[in-house]
């Protein structure tokens, strides 16, 4: 049997060998098919497994849809681990890696996964790759950036619309950081957009941190650069800071910096399915085994949008189980694309 995958916002579907009982059978499947990963636990956070296409119900906008495909099969993972080496995670930076060196150590042989950095720019210390020898010497060389700057959004959309791109499979981020965006290109909408037109899941992990040095950085930028008459770097904007750089004093340093990066963290989590975490969590080991094992057994759920709202730009997704006493979580919403 040959099965086509079909991408769907640049999404990846597998259909089940099951659905064809002619060795010779072609199966076609419309771009415009909606895949939802679908994550269902107990509640103790445990997998539930065992689940039939007829236990779920996926609505779009508020009306049932018939769900096309159903996908239960464990999968090799591809795996972006995105670490935070502002200046502002110099206190914590060690416990960062140590969390990277944790996930790499639950990792298949099938599984992939990619080290990538993010500071005052986004760099890619190791591909997608399943040499776990190669991940770990990446680990060991992440450092904090020379230069000012923290450009999360800038790391999240380049994996999401390049990296994972013409990736087959399951694919999600591991975002270690403490969320404090300081000059990337995409705003927290435009980022949000991007991350809801695909099917990458993400995972954070909040790092609370400390900002009086990074305030006294804000204020050499605003009094004439940090990168010095030579090495200061300029902009899309004409300046030498970033977009979105912040200006105001009062903008939210310190406590209320780190309540407006977890709101966001948690919105970019639960747009994609995924999940948001402190670093306070008791046992983080015991967060990454649960994590990887959901995202080996996740389902997978496929629609055909309805006619009469394909012209519409963002639709609301809701997904129902018939257990009880059980957790869902799904992508609440998806963008159609122009």
């Given at each position: 049997?040959?099965?086509f995958f079909a991408l769907t916002f640049v999404s990846l579907f597998f259909i089940t060998t099951s659905r064809a009982q002619n060795t010779d059978e072609v199966i076609k499947v419309d771009v415009n098919l909606v895949s939802v990963p679908v994550i269902v636990s107990d509640r103790q956070g445990r997998y539930v497994a065992g689940?039939?296409?007829e236990d779920f119900s996926v609505y779009q906008d508020g009306r049932k849809q018939t769900v096309s495909f159903f996908g239960t099969e464990e999968e090799p993972l591809n795996v972006a681990i995105l670490l935070d080496t502002s200046k502002s995670t110099k206190d914590v930076l060690k416990q960062i890696k140590n969390a990277a060196k944790?996930?790499?150590?639950?990792?298949?042989?099938?599984?992939?996964?990619m080290i990538v950095t993010f500071d005052y720019r986004v760099t890619v210390l190791s591909p997608l790759t399943s040499d776990r020898k190669e991940l770990e010497k990446a680990i060991k060389k992440v450092e904090i950036g020379e230069k000012v700057g923290t450009v999360m959004r800038d790391a999240v959309q380049e994996v999401v619309s390049n990296s994972f791109a013409n990736v087959k499979g399951r694919k999600a981020i591991i975002l270690l950081t403490d969320g404090k965006d300081f000059g990337s290109y995409p705003t927290k909408a435009e980022l949000l957009d991007t991350v809801e037109e695909n099917d990458v899941m993400i995972y954070s992990v909040f790092y609370k941190t400390r900002m009086g040095g990074n305030q006294r950085i804000i204020d050499r930028v605003l009094n004439g650069g940090i990168f010095g008459r030579r090495g200061m770097r300029r902009f899309p904007n004409g300046g030498?800071?970033?977009?979105?750089?912040?200006?105001?004093?009062?903008?939210?340093?310190?406590g209320e910096a780190d309540e407006d990066a977890k709101v966001y963290l948690q919105k970019m989590s639960d747009s994609t399915a995924g999940r948001f975490y402190e670093k306070e969590v008791t046992d983080l080991k015991k967060t990454f085994e649960i994590i990887a094992d959901e995202l080996r057994k996740q389902y997978r759920l496929g629609f055909?949008?309805?006619e009469l709202d394909k012209n519409a730009d963002v639709h609301q997704l809701k997904v129902k189980v018939s257990l009880s006493d059980v957790a869902v979580r799904s992508r609440g919403t998806y963008r159609s694309r122009k």
């Open positions: 049997m040959k099965i689940l039939k296409a944790d996930f790499i150590k639950l990792l298949q042989p099938n599984d992939r996964a030498g800071t970033p977009p979105n750089f912040p200006r105001n004093r009062g903008g939210g340093m310190g055909y949008p309805d």
